[in-house]
């Protein structure tokens, strides 16, 4: 399920290399047994995203001076950092590298390079409300791939965590509101 809710908007990008380049299978990492696809999927989309939204809420103190984004974005990056190093750590029990499978991909929640570039340009009301729009983006995505991973993974730890960061995720979301 979860599988099927990237491929719309995650498409890698075209890479034209010589054969010789090319991965061996022997070399690609091989999740534990205890983790299916679904959970290796959601993991290793969780990351990325999250540290996209820590990228903007970086940018807040030098775009804006209104004091409900600044505390939005403060709250945020304290709680997205925290969530990070639970993800990361379901990253290491499942034997994976910490390679961003999703580097460059445009995918719904994810804050792009493009995106931080025009939220760097913009300042006051323009920033804050593109900081909103791709916060609230971030956080409705999010609670749909978790729901995804709470239904399809098979990893306890793994689903229960998409349960717990879903309530935070839920509750900023609705703070943001």
Excluded at 48 to 75: F, G, H, K, Y
Excluded at 153 to 171: C, D, F, I, P, V
Aim: glycine share 4%.
């Amino acid at each position: 399920m979860l599988a099927a809710l990237l491929v719309p908007g995650c498409a890698a990008p075209q890479v034209h290399a010589p054969a010789a380049a090319a991965v061996q299978p022997s070399a690609v990492a091989r999740p534990s047994a205890a983790f299916n696809p679904t959970d290796v999927a959601w993991i290793q989309l969780e990351i990325p995203m999250t540290e996209s939204v820590l990228a903007l809420t970086d940018l807040a103190p030098e775009r804006t001076a209104n004091p409900s984004v600044l505390a939005m974005a403060s709250q945020v990056a304290a709680e997205q950092q925290q969530q990070l190093e639970g993800l990361r750590g379901l990253l290491r029990e499942a034997g994976l590298p910490p390679t961003n499978v999703h580097e460059g991909h445009d995918m719904p929640g994810m804050v792009t390079k493009s995106d931080l570039l025009i939220a760097q340009r913009l300042n006051a009301e323009p920033f804050d409300k593109l900081f909103r729009k791709h916060l609230k983006d971030f956080l409705t995505q999010s609670l749909l791939v978790a729901k995804g991973e709470q239904t399809s993974g098979a990893n306890e730890a793994t689903k229960q965590y998409a349960k717990t960061l879903s309530a935070a995720r839920e509750a900023t979301l609705a703070d943001l509101r």
